[in-house]
């Protein structure tokens, strides 16, 4: 064989490699965003019931709810 051809045999053989390694990055990065997603959507159905459930409590009740909130957050 030439050398011209051990040069391509390694050159396609490291375009391989490399398209390999992309294959894998762009699978992990679409399970990363499929977990992102549903993620996403569990938070968007919890804040859905959430304000809900505000909506149906009354002033009494949403000042409660209000004074709990801010009690946790000066506790964290």
């Known amino acids: 064989m030439t050398l011209q051809t051990e040069e391509a ?3 396609v053989a490291e ?3 490399e398209n390999a390694a992309l294959k894998e990055t762009n699978q992990a990065a679409e399970a990363e965003a499929e977990a992102a ?3 996403a959507k569990q938070m968007a159905q919890v804040t859905e019931e959430v304000l809900e459930e505000l909506q149906e409590m009354d002033a009494e009740e949403l000042q409660e709810v209000k004074e709990e909130v801010q009690e ?3 506790q964290a």
Do not use: N, S
Request: hydrophobic share 60%; aromatic share 0%; proline share 0%.
């Open 9 to 11: 045999k390694a050159t």
């Open 37 to 39: 997603a549903e993620q």
């Open 15 to 17: 375009i391989a490699a």
């Open 72 to 74: 946790a957050a000066e």
